[in-house]
């Protein structure tokens, strides 16, 4: 099978046009999508006057294969869907990381999450850790470019009092500091409460997602005097397992918070084992769905949708009910389950709509494309690890070789083409040929030992850079 026919096929399996892998409802989606979704060839026009806004969207656990555009075949999301139709839709796009907060650090800061101190927790559990307001971020280079910054809903880079949105270039916070919360009384991991606006507490009772997105739509309502970015972080699908109208449920969870006597009864509350159902998941991401739905309702309302770059993605791999056929793996793991995510971008002004894109790209990637769209300049000091997808999209241009690097505690991976080296929790090293074997079933190691230790010599190569685990 050539390198382009393997491209197609894991493209197929991914998404708008795999009728083989998803039934009813998401099969319908799919099959609508896919006559009109083709290979995505940038438009080439010339450059834009007007320097776009920035609307990044990420979901929380959200599966690669959770929209009904990626495969699902019970979860309807016709917000997202319409999304991908209005933009492109990437198949092999994957998260900084196997779990939230490492994956943050990648997307704020633009390098690898081994990098910095708080990057190395996996993820972060207390207030001795985050990201350090020394460092800069999206949000500070942009603003030094003249940017308006806001980040609301999940920030998970630390707790005050040293760590916050807006020690690190955010003008405006909404949101909660920690990983997990219960939707109705904000009741996060620490067992207290964690819901703000900027460094102050807030009091909202309402469900969570339905508050985030109240504020989001006020937000890119606004009559705004300069180009703005927009961080809007949903907790949808985290667990707990709640979906609007379930208070009763929530208020169980918040007692069991608040009789706890350990860090641990705090974790077991809001992790929800007792909970949770295929029906209620697909509830959460719906409700997801509908949330999107309307932030770009109030965008366009606004007259800003033609100048403004739409990014959507998931922070990880998906966990416990998530779809993620024909992926191996979930959250917390380097396999393809636990860090392929679905990824939309739409900028109506410069990218043309019904697209696909097969090119290999990762977290760290999209922050090196919006500095260049927003003609903001990294920091020499703190060096980009990712590569700016700009040339690609608006360009043109053919993407650089280059492989994707990730670390965990447990794992290592690296892939470059359509090759991935995989180092399982035991140590065993696997290889990988994605192209052909998207489920990394068919371990290639024994076959291609030469290729196996070039890649493996790139993945150590590269960790030998990175701050070391604390033991």
Same mark, same amino acid.
């Given at each position: 099978?050539?390198?382009?026919?393997? %491209?197609?096929?894991?493209?197929?399996?991914?998404?708008?046009?795999?009728?083989?892998?998803?039934?009813?409802?998401?099969?319908?989606?799919?099959? /609508?999508?896919?006559?009109?979704?083709?290979?995505?060839?940038?438009?080439?026009?010339? !450059?834009?006057?007007?320097?776009?806004?920035?609307?990044?969207?990420?979901?929380?656990?959200?599966?690669? !294969?959770? @929209?009904?555009?990626?495969?699902?075949?019970?979860?309807? $999301?016709? *917000?997202?869907?319409?999304?991908?139709?209005?933009?492109?839709?990437?198949?092999?796009?994957?998260?900084?990381?196997?779990?939230?907060?490492?994956?943050?650090?990648?997307?704020?800061?633009?390098?690898?999450?081994?990098? +910095?101190? &708080?990057?190395?927790?996996?993820?972060?559990?207390?207030?001795? =850790?985050?990201?350090?307001?020394?460092?800069?971020?999206?949000?500070?280079?942009?603003?030094k470019a003249g940017y308006s910054t806001a980040l609301i809903g999940k920030w998970h880079c630390g707790w005050l009092p040293d760590y916050s949105?807006?020690?690190?270039?955010?003008? /405006?916070?909404?949101?909660?500091?920690?990983?997990?919360?219960?939707?109705?009384?904000?009741?996060? =991991?620490?067992?207290?409460?964690?819901?703000?606006?900027?460094?102050?507490?807030?009091?909202?009772?309402?469900?969570? $997602?339905?508050?985030?997105?109240?504020?989001?739509?006020?937000?890119?309502?606004?009559?705004?005097?300069?180009?703005? @970015? @927009? *961080?809007? *972080?949903?907790?949808?699908?985290?667990?707990?397992?709640?979906?609007?109208?379930?208070?009763? $449920? &929530?208020?169980?969870?918040?007692? %069991?918070?608040?009789?706890?006597?350990?860090?641990?009864?705090?974790?077991?509350?809001?992790?929800?084992?007792?909970?949770?159902?295929?029906?209620?998941? +697909?509830?959460?991401?719906?409700?997801?769905?509908?949330?999107?739905?309307?932030?770009?309702?109030?965008?366009? %309302?606004?007259?800003?949708? /033609?100048? $403004?770059?739409?990014?959507?993605?998931?922070?990880?791999?998906?966990? %416990?009910?998530?779809?993620?056929?024909?992926?191996?793996?979930?959250?917390?793991? @380097? =396999?393809? &389950?636990?860090?392929?995510?679905?990824?939309?971008?739409?900028?109506?002004?410069?990218?043309?709509?019904?697209?696909?894109?097969?090119?290999? *790209?990762?977290?760290?990637?999209? +922050?090196?494309?919006?500095?260049?769209?927003?003609?903001? #300049?990294?920091?020499? !000091?703190?060096?980009?690890?990712?590569?700016?997808?700009?040339?690609?999209?608006?360009?043109?241009?053919?993407?650089?070789?280059?492989?994707?690097?990730?670390?965990?505690?447990?794992?290592?991976?690296?892939? #470059?083409?359509?090759?991935?080296?995989?180092?399982?929790?035991?140590?065993?090293?696997?290889?990988?040929?994605?192209?052909?074997?998207?489920?990394?079933?068919?371990?290639?190691?024994?076959?291609?030992?030469?290729?196996?230790? /070039?890649?493996?010599?790139?993945?150590?190569?590269? !960790?030998?850079?990175?701050?070391?685990?604390?033991?």
């Amino acid at each position: 099978m050539s390198d382009i026919s393997r %491209r197609a096929f894991g493209g197929l399996v991914g998404g708008g046009a795999v009728t083989a892998v998803a039934g009813s409802a998401g099969a319908a989606s799919a099959a /609508e999508a896919a006559p009109t979704e083709r290979p995505f060839r940038a438009r080439t026009s010339p !450059a834009a006057k007007k320097r776009p806004n920035l609307l990044v969207i990420l979901g929380d656990d959200l599966g690669w !294969a959770d @929209l009904s555009s990626y495969g699902a075949p019970h979860i309807r $999301t016709p *917000n997202l869907d319409r999304l991908a139709r209005q933009g492109v839709r990437f198949t092999d796009a994957y998260s900084g990381s196997a779990t939230c907060s490492p994956t943050r650090f990648s997307l704020y800061t633009g390098r690898y999450p081994g990098r +910095t101190k &708080g990057g190395l927790a996996e993820p972060i559990a207390n207030r001795t =850790q985050g990201l350090d307001p020394n460092h800069p971020t999206l949000a500070s280079l942009l603003k030094k470019a003249g940017y308006s910054t806001a980040l609301i809903g999940k920030w998970h880079c630390g707790w005050l009092p040293d760590y916050s949105p807006t020690k690190s270039g955010w003008d /405006e916070f909404f949101g909660n500091h920690g990983g997990v919360l219960e939707y109705f009384s904000k009741l996060g =991991q620490l067992g207290d409460h964690d819901l703000y606006e900027g460094d102050a507490e807030y009091q909202d009772l309402r469900y969570y $997602t339905n508050v985030l997105t109240e504020r989001a739509v006020e937000y890119v309502s606004r009559d705004h005097e300069a180009p703005w @970015l @927009l *961080n809007l *972080n949903f907790t949808t699908p985290h667990w707990p397992w709640l979906a609007e109208g379930d208070e009763e $449920t &929530g208020a169980v969870i918040a007692a %069991r918070i608040r009789a706890a006597k350990s860090q641990a009864e705090v974790s077991n509350a809001l992790n929800h084992f007792d909970g949770g159902s295929v029906a209620k998941y +697909t509830e959460m991401v719906q409700s997801l769905d509908a949330a999107v739905g309307e932030v770009l309702a109030a965008l366009r %309302r606004s007259g800003q949708e /033609e100048h $403004t770059l739409v990014y959507f993605a998931s922070d990880n791999g998906g966990e %416990r009910w998530s779809y993620l056929w024909p992926l191996s793996g979930e959250k917390f793991v @380097l =396999q393809e &389950g636990g860090i392929r995510v679905p990824t939309i971008v739409r900028w109506p002004h410069r990218i043309d709509a019904h697209q696909v894109s097969h090119e290999p *790209n990762f977290s760290p990637d999209w +922050t090196a494309t919006f500095l260049e769209v927003a003609g903001a #300049r990294p920091d020499p !000091a703190y060096p980009l690890d990712g590569t700016s997808l700009a040339g690609y999209l608006l360009r043109g241009e053919a993407l650089p070789e280059r492989d994707l690097f990730w670390r965990v505690r447990a794992n290592r991976a690296l892939r #470059r083409g359509n090759w991935k080296y995989y180092q399982d929790s035991t140590g065993k090293d696997h290889l990988y040929d994605l192209g052909a074997d998207l489920r990394e079933q068919a371990d290639l190691a024994p076959d291609k030992p030469e290729l196996l230790a /070039e890649l493996k010599a790139s993945w150590e190569k590269t !960790a030998a850079g990175l701050l070391p685990y604390p033991q």
